[in-house]
């Protein structure tokens, strides 16, 4: 499976926004590198998946907290997005420990489409579209 690459439709209009998106990519396409380079110990996938749970977390919050000062009105379906990405990624987390190599990358790539197509294209461009950018 190819890697996912960035988007023109990922775009939410915002500039700072959209670099922090490319970076959240980048790291997962990292990541997926690192396995294919055969780096693959329980204790590197851990601190890898470790790192990219912490770092889509605070980008989450930082989104949440710009939702609730501005009293937005679709921070209800937008956070539990947020949250069912979060418990998948914590999912692929698990299966990594008890299943296959391949079976947790396809699931990694897989579930970054969907975030990146579903979750960029449809919440983050509807905040940013009608709120502009967080303070960072
Ligand atoms: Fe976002
Ligand atoms: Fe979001």
New binding site residues.
């Given amino acids: 499976m190819a890697l996912v690459g960035w988007k023109k439709e990922y775009e939410t209009g915002i500039e700072s926004?959209d670099e922090?998106?490319k970076e959240l990519l980048a790291l997962i396409n990292e990541t997926t590198a690192k396995l294919r380079a055969d780096l693959h110990t329980v204790e590197n996938i851990e601190s890898y998946l470790g790192e990219i749970h912490a770092k889509i977390s605070a980008?989450?919050a930082l989104?949440e907290r710009f939702m609730r000062d501005a009293s937005y009105s679709h921070l209800k379906p937008h956070k539990d997005d947020h949250e069912r990405l979060l418990d998948d990624l914590r999912r692929i987390m698990v299966n990594y420990r008890s299943g296959s190599y391949l079976q947790f990358e396809q699931s990694l790539i897989q579930h970054l489409n969907d975030w990146f197509m579903i979750?960029?294209t449809t919440h983050?461009s509807l905040l940013h579209g009608e709120l502009g950018d967080h303070p960072h």
Avoid: L, N, T
Wanted: charged residues 35%.
């Fill in positions: 926004v922090e998106h980008h989450f989104e979750h960029f983050d």
